[in-house]
């Protein structure tokens, strides 16, 4: 006769103890110290009156940007963005690796949006004149939200002479003579202390077309930042705070 089987007692579960799941310490990717996109966090709220200042950086593998090819590659790109009324470029700067925008944008879906199809469109245009494929940008885009005018006025400076933070002004001898960086919307902005400028005369003979750039409707981006003066075209940008 066989031995009846008695029933297993049942213990209580200590998820305390168990190490099959869950946090443990010294799990997951180890970092590198080498990465530097933005966190996977949640975007902040995108406000319509607020400007958004948009950082894209490029993959280490591709040339500089500050050429010719590369520039009418961008600027097919933007101009894929005029007539938008939910996001607007309204400046950009083209530097050595990465790209800088000032933009309006309605909403937070409105800006993921447009900043996907500008990336996409800039990345195949960038890839058509380069002769290659494959990734574009390193990171997804960075964006920092301008709220006040102060910080508008800043970041105008910033991004329209960032060519002198990064030395490019004095990288041949007609970026020398400039005194506006071709690379950047800054021949469009009417805010310079010392005036308006005309195209340089080496990039009007060469057939220079200025970037393409929607008009601000914010009162930040049209007026709001002369409360804290003009803006020098000869200033040279430090860290942006």
Known sequence: MRRAQRPHEQLPFDWRADKRGGEREGAGRKKTGRCSDAPHRA??????????????????????????????????????????????????????????????????AALSHGMRSLAITAARAINKVLGRSGKVFAFRYHATAIASPRQMRNALSYVLNNWRRHDEDEGSEAAQRAALDPYSTAIAFRGWREGVFAVPAHHAAAGYEPLPCASPESWLLRVGWERHGRISAFDVPGPLR
């Open 43 to 108: 975007r902040p709220a995108v406000r319509k009156y607020d400007v958004q200042h948009v950082v894209l950086r490029t993959r280490k593998d591709l040339p500089r940007l500050r050429r010719g090819k590369t520039y009418q590659a961008i600027a097919r790109a933007l101009r894929h963005t005029l007539g938008e009324t939910a996001f607007r470029v309204c400046h950009t700067s083209i530097q050595r690796n990465h790209l800088h925008f000032l933009i309006e944008a309605n909403d937070a």
